[in-house]
């Protein structure tokens, strides 16, 4: 019988390889859409201009604000684990209580650099008095990966959780974010990567699953051939 001249477990494995990898190769693409979505986002906020936000005002992400107001250094939170040019470091927090009744609005002001006693927080005094500095809005993430037990140790921080943020501060401030993008002497890193980056990358690494998946129907295709042929 026909069946009798090749084994099936090479046959299936073959296939079943050539599903996985296109698999993994659809779901680059996926990546790759997505960042290219969010690209164009980005892209169609940083082309408004920028906004004073009000104590009513719906900010949506990526969308450009100045801001004027007075700093609250003693609500200052470092996010740990944050790598910079392959440096650990935090990203440093700080509240601003806005001018008029606009409220409070907790700023990401910069990355700085661990010190060699991580017991140690190192210095990132804002500056005293009114400030006027720029932005983009960001929404903190819904629900991180993260090993940690719990969210804050004192100063420290692990991940951002608006509610406990809140609770511990006393601070009623926005949902959302600013990450800082104006100048300050502070010594703070703003440099921020755009989340958008590896599009290229992600379709480069989807040719390759693509590749592999036509090379096991192919070596499957030759396997079968080989069998079957009289």
Known sequence: MIFDRFHPLPLIAGVALALLTAQLGNWQLGRAAEKTALQARIESAAATAPVSPSASMQMAEWQPVRLHGEWSPAATIYLDNRVHRGRAGYEVLTPLRLEGDAGWVLVNRG????GADRAVLPDAAPAAGSVNLAGIVRMPQVDPFTLAPEAAQGRVWQYLDMERYRALSGLAVRDWIVQQTSAAADGLQRDWPRPDAGIDRHRGYALQWYSLAGLSLVMTGVYVFRRLRP
């Open 111 to 114: 990355w700085i650099a661990a």
